[in-house]
DNA sequence: GTTAAATGATTGAACGTTCATTCAGTCGAT
DNA sequence: ATCGACTGAATGAACGTTCAATCATTTAAC
C-alpha cells in the first residue's frame, strides 16, 4: 500500500524533472518510464493517460509550494513581516526546487492549464488568496482585489528566479540586489 | 516577391492564432497550412522546419511589438510620463492582439525559448533595456539593473492582461481597477 | 508449517495513429 | 521553354496506449 503511493511519487518525481528539461512533448511516456526505473505500462497503473500524469504533477507541485510556504507563515507576526517571509519562502523552495520552478513556470501558460483545472479547487490558490485578504482587511495593504495580488506577487517572484537562474554571472555585480524587489513590490502594495 | 513575403507573412499569421489556441504541439503543420490557405508541402518553401516555422512566429512578434511601443514613446517627455505611455502601448497592443500575447507568453516559457536564441539580437529586448537605462541616467528610476527592470515590467504588463483576459467578469467590481497597478509599479522603482 | 490458489502489479513487445517531412508531378509567370 | 513555387499523396519515424504473459505477494486450506 505505501510502496504504491511510493512508486506513484517517484513517477512523478523523476516526470518533473524530464518536462522540465525538455518540455511536455519532448519527453515521451517511455523516457518517463525509463528514468523512473518502471516500465512503460506501469504508468498507466497510475495514471490513465499522458494528459492526467501532467495534471497529476502539477497538483503534487501545488500541494508542495503550499506546504512549504503556509508551514513558515506565522499569523500572529505583523502583516509587514508575513509578507516578507511568504516572499521569501516561495523563492526558497523554488531555488531549492528548481525543477519545479521550471515546471510550472511552462505549466501555468501552457495548454494543459485549462479553465477546467483552474476551477477546481486549489490550496495553495486558495491560501495565497486569504493571505492577501488578511493583508487587506487588516488595513496593511491596498484594497486591490486579493486575487489579483496573489497572481502579481506569485508572478514577481517566478520572475526574480527565473532571472537568477538565467543570469547568475551578468547581474551579481554592484547593482541592488535581486532580493530588494520584494520592498519594491511592498512599496507598492501597502497601505497608506 | 512582394507576394512571397506576404505569404510568409500569412502562414505565420495563421500559425500564430492556432499556436495560441492550441499550443506548440496541439497544431499540427497540416492544420498551420490548411487555415493558411496552402499546402503543408508550402510551408517547406518558407521554413525550414516547424521549429524554425515557431521560431518564426515569434521574431514577428516581438517585431511587431517594438514597433507599436516604440513609436509611440517620445523621448522628450519627462520620463514619468514616458512610462505610463510604454505601459499603457504594450497593454494595448497585447490587448488589440490577443493571439500575440498567448503565443508569446507561452513561448518565452518554453524549450523553444533555447539560450541560444536568447544570446541571438532582438531589437524589442534592446529597444526595452535602453528605455529604462534611460530611467536610470536621467536619475528618474532606482538603479536597477535594467535588464531586470525591463524583464520584471514586461512580465506584469503581461500578466496583468493575462487576468484581465481571464477574469473579466469577477474583477469588474468597485475594487481599484486593474490599470492602477502601473502607479504601483511605478511607485515601486521610481527614484527618491 | 507447507502448499496451493488468487490477486494484482509489472513488463515490454506489438499496435495503430499521428504527424513532420519529402518529392514527383503540376501550374503559372515571364 | 524555363524556372521556381505549389500541391498533396506517400513515407516512415515517433509515440501513446494496450494486453497477454510473468512475477511477487497475500490469502486459504490442510
Redesign the interface.
Known sequence: MDSLLDKRKCIIKSALDLVQE?????CPVSMVAKNAGVASGTIYTYFENKDALIIGIYEYVVEEIKKYVSERDDNLSPFKDRFYTYWKSLTDFYELNPSIHGFY??F????FNSEDL?KKPNAWHDYANSFFEDGIKLGEI????P??LS??VN??VN??VG?KK??KK??A?N??S?DE?SH??W???KAK
Open positions: 525538455h518540455g511536455f512533448h519532448g513556470d511552462q501555468l501558460k501552457s495548454p483552474q491596498k484594497e486591490l482585489n486575487i489579483v497572481i502579481l508572478t514577481n520572475s526574480i532571472i538565467n543570469f551578468k547581474l555585480r547593482n541592488m535581486l524587489i519594491l513590490i512599496d507598492g502594495i
